[in-house]
């Protein structure tokens, strides 16, 4: 099995998007109004170009993918850090734990090696019956809630990747 681990280009905007609404078709299903739910060519084109997206391909195949949206990008996340988006894996594949996969290596090789990150945010609705728990798991903590006009209650959650990196981050906060 050939596991690839990569950002993703504009050259991969057929896959990822087919990718996306496989991925978010469930989210559909239940009625929450993710942006990646509903999901267009000419959306992924400048989702790909204004964020960093990374995927993992399984024997050629792109399995998994999430996204970085930067404080400094377009669509920066409620806290000053990278905000985790567009999160999916393949349903034909779940229980393979590939999203779990990727998720791992960019915290690693691009969160915390990269960039330096001291936490990431992300973002999901309180009423999806089992994200919540699942990026608990994961080690996210709740923040707070907010209505952003979506027809759900999102519920941001933030994961401290680099504790004392993270206190430093947090005391140059509270002096701006």
Known sequence: MDLEFRQLT?????????LML??????????????AATADLTRVNRHLHDHGVYALSVDGQMMASLTLRYPWGPLPGPFGLPHI??????????????GKKLLEWVEE?????????PAVS???????PWLQAMYQKR???PMHQVDL?????????????????????LSGQTTR
């Open 10 to 18: 504009l050259e991969d905007n057929h896959a990822y998007l087919t």
């Open 22 to 35: 496989a991925a978010y078709a469930p989210i559909r299903e239940l009625g929450i109004h993710f942006d």
């Open 85 to 98: 988006g567009w999160f999916g894996a393949h349903p034909a594949s779940q229980g393979q734990g590939w």
């Open 109 to 117: 090789e691009i969160l915390r090696k990269q960039l330096k990150a």
């Open 122 to 128: 992300l973002g999901t609705a309180v009423s999806h």
């Open 139 to 141: 080690g996210f903590i």
């Open 149 to 169: 006009g979506k027809g759900h209650i999102t519920l941001y959650m933030q994961k401290i990747l680099d504790p004392a990196g993270h206190q430093h981050w």
